[in-house]
């Protein structure tokens, strides 16, 4: 059988998007906080600490970039199903594709 559920798709991809926003939002405010701690604490434990967030920021970037590469994949298999269903409507004229819904 051929479907796909529009609504529950739109939904699991704007729950990505917004997973997305909320990473980025997260990396925002741990630099902030990175800038705000090197502008007033000059120290060794805090260079070491800078190069710690550093590194953490770095790796967490990848992260990001691994997700929204997941969920372009995830956009791209939507836009496959809706062509595949489309395309099985458009050849339906015998009745396969109905029958293959169960109608």
Do not use: C, P
Not at 35 to 62: N, P
Not at 65 to 94: C, K, M, P, W, Y
């Amino acid at each position: 059988m051929l479907t796909k559920e529009d609504e529950a798709i739109r939904q699991v991809l704007a729950s990505l998007e917004q997973q997305i926003e909320n990473m980025v939002t997260a990396g925002r405010t741990v630099e902030r906080i990175k800038e705000e701690l090197a502008a007033g604490y000059i120290s060794g434990a805090s260079d070491m600490f800078q190069s710690k967030v550093d590194d953490w920021m770095q790796r967490y970037q990848k992260v990001i970039g691994a997700f929204e590469n997941f969920v372009q994949s995830t956009q791209g298999a939507n836009q496959i199903l809706t062509q595949a269903e489309n395309d099985a409507r458009a050849h339906a004229a015998d009745g396969i594709y109905n029958g293959l819904q169960g109608a």
